[in-house]
C-alpha cells in the first residue's frame, strides 16, 4: 500500500449525499428514532454471545460422544461469526451507543474473537471505509496471500485462473491468519503510517496488547479445551480448527459479494491523487446489497447485506438499515447514481464467482 494522499472529487455528484444526509436525519427525527442500538439489538447481542459461548461450556462435559464435541465446535464457528458481523462491528463504528465508553466495552468482544480491535478499526474503518476499491490504499483488496487477486489492477499470476475455485479455501483460513499473524504485519504497517499513533497509543502499548490478548485467546479457546476438556486433545484441536474455518468461510462469503462483484468500478487515481468521483458516490459504484428481504438471514449477519446503507452510514446502528434502504434507493434513482441489490444472497454469491473468475484473466473485462 502507497503513501499517496487520495482525495475524492467534490465536482462530481457532491448534492446527492447533502440531499441523503438530510432526508436520512429527517427520517430518525420525525419518527423520534435513536440511531443508535434498541431493546432489540442488545437482546441480539445476548443471543449471539450465547451461541457462541454456550458450546464452548459443554466442551468440558466428560460424557459426551466425539460427534458431540466435534458439533459443539461447528455451532461456535457460526457462533463466532456471528458476534463478529453483529455485535463488534456496531461498536468499533461507534454504532451501538452515543456513549463511547459502551461501544468500546461492547467492542472488547473482539478479545474473544481472537483480534485486534484498534487493527480492525485502522483496516475496517479508516481504509476500507474511506478508499473503497481503491487499489493499494483498501486493504480489503489486497489479500495477504498472491493466490487471491481481487482487484483488476493488481498483479497477476497464472495461478489466478483457478481461484473462483480455490477461493473458498483461503476465505475459511481467514480468522486463523488473523489470529497467528495478520495483527502483528498490520501493526508494523501501521507503525510506518503513523496510523497507530492516531489512535492515541503508542507502539510499544499497542503490540503489548496484541501479544497480551493473544495469548488469553489461546488459552481459553486452545489450552483450557485441549487439556480440560471431554474429547481428546486432538479432537478439540481439529474443533478449533474447524470453529476458525467455518467462522471465516461465513464472513469472507458476506463482505466478499458486497465489493468483488462486476459491477464495481476500483477507480484509479489520477497523477494528483484525485479520484473522480465523489466519496459517497465511489460507495454506490463499489458496494452491493443483497437478499434485502431475508429477514432471519439480514438479522444473523449484522444487517451487512445493506452494505450500501452501511458504507454510507456506518455511524448508525445495521438495525435501522432496512428502513433506510428505500430512502438511499429513492435518492440514488433521481441523481441518475447505481443503486446495486441482489436479489438474493445465492445470487450474489454466484456474482462474485464469476468476478474471480474474471479477475483471472491477465486483463479482465470491467462492466
Known amino acids: 500500500m502507497n503513501n499517496t494522499t487520495i482525495q475524492f472529487s467534490k465536482e462530481h455528484n457532491s448534492e446527492f449525499y447533502k440531499t441523503l444526509k438530510s432526508r436520512v436525519n429527517s427520517y430518525f427525527k420525525d419518527n423520534n428514532i435513536s440511531k443508535q442500538a434498541n431493546a432489540a439489538m442488545v437482546f441480539k447481542t445476548f443471543a449471539l454471545l450465547a451461541l457462541f459461548l454456550t458450546p464452548y461450556g459443554f466442551l468440558f462435559n466428560q460424557n459426551l460422544p466425539t460427534w458431540a464435541y466435534v458439533g459443539l465446535w461447528f455451532v461456535m464457528g457460526f457462533g463466532m461469526a456471528g458476534v463478529g458481523l453483529s455485535v463488534m462491528h456496531d461498536a468499533n463504528h461507534g454504532a451501538y451507543s452515543k456513549k463511547e465508553w459502551?461501544?468500546?466495552?461492547?467492542?472488547?468482544?473482539?478479545?474473544?474473537?481472537?483480534?485486534?480491535?484498534?487493527?480492525?478499526?485502522?483496516?475496517?474503518?479508516?481504509?476500507?471505509?474511506?478508499?473503497?476499491?481503491?487499489t493499494d490504499h483498501d486493504e480489503d483488496i489486497d489479500p495477504p496471500v498472491?493466490?487471491?487477486?481481487?482487484?483488476?489492477h493488481s498483479k497477476h499470476y497464472a495461478i489466478?485462473?483457478?481461484?473462483?475455485?480455490?477461493?473458498w479455501f483461503f476465505y475459511g483460513m481467514m480468522t486463523l491468519f488473523w489470529f497467528l499473524t495478520k495483527d502483528?504485519?498490520?501493526?508494523f504497517r501501521y507503525k510506518k503510517k503513523n496510523l497507530i499513533a492516531a489512535q492515541g497509543v503508542s507502539f510499544t502499548q499497542h503490540m503489548m496488547g496484541?501479544?497480551?490478548?493473544k495469548v488469553l485467546y489461546a488459552f481459553l479457546f486452545l489450552f483450557l479445551p485441549i487439556y480440560f476438556g471431554g474429547a481428546s486433545w486432538l479432537v478439540n484441536a481439529l474443533g478449533f480448527l474447524l470453529m476458525q474455518f467455518i467462522c471465516g468461510l461465513i464472513l469472507a462469503m458476506i463482505f466478499q459479494p458486497a465489493h468483488v462483484v462486476p459491477t464495481s468500478t476500483y477507480?484509479?487515481?489520477?497523477?494528483?491523487?484525485v479520484v473522480e468521483a465523489d466519496w459517497a458516490v465511489n460507495q454506490l459504484y463499489n458496494?452491493?446489497?443483497?437478499?434485502?428481504?431475508?429477514?432471519?438471514?439480514?438479522?444473523?449477519?449484522?444487517?451487512?447485506?445493506?452494505q450500501v446503507e452501511h458504507h454510507l452510514f456506518p455511524s448508525i446502528c445495521h438495525i435501522h438499515y432496512n428502513k433506510i434502504a428505500q430512502i438511499v434507493e429513492q435518492t440514488a434513482r433521481e441523481y441518475n447514481l447505481p443503486y446495486h441489490s441482489y436479489k438474493t444472497f445465492v445470487s450474489a454469491l454466484a456474482d462474485h464467482t464469476r468476478m474471480l473468475k474474471n479477475l483471472g484473466k491477465q486483463n479482465p473485462s470491467l462492466a
Open 102 to 134: 459502551i461501544n468500546t466495552l461492547v467492542s472488547n468482544v473482539m478479545i474473544i474473537l481472537g483480534g485486534s480491535a484498534r487493527n480492525w478499526r485502522i483496516q475496517h474503518n479508516v481504509l476500507h471505509h474511506t478508499y473503497t476499491n481503491v
Open 146 to 152: 498472491f493466490m487471491l487477486r481481487f482487484s483488476p
Open 160 to 167: 489466478h485462473k483457478f481461484q473462483h475455485l480455490y477461493a
Open 184 to 187: 502483528y504485519q498490520q501493526a
Open 210 to 213: 496484541i501479544i497480551f490478548f
Open 267 to 273: 477507480p484509479i487515481p489520477n497523477d494528483s491523487g
Open 287 to 306: 458496494t452491493a446489497n443483497f437478499a434485502p428481504k431475508a429477514k432471519l438471514f439480514s438479522w444473523y449477519v449484522g444487517g451487512l447485506n445493506y
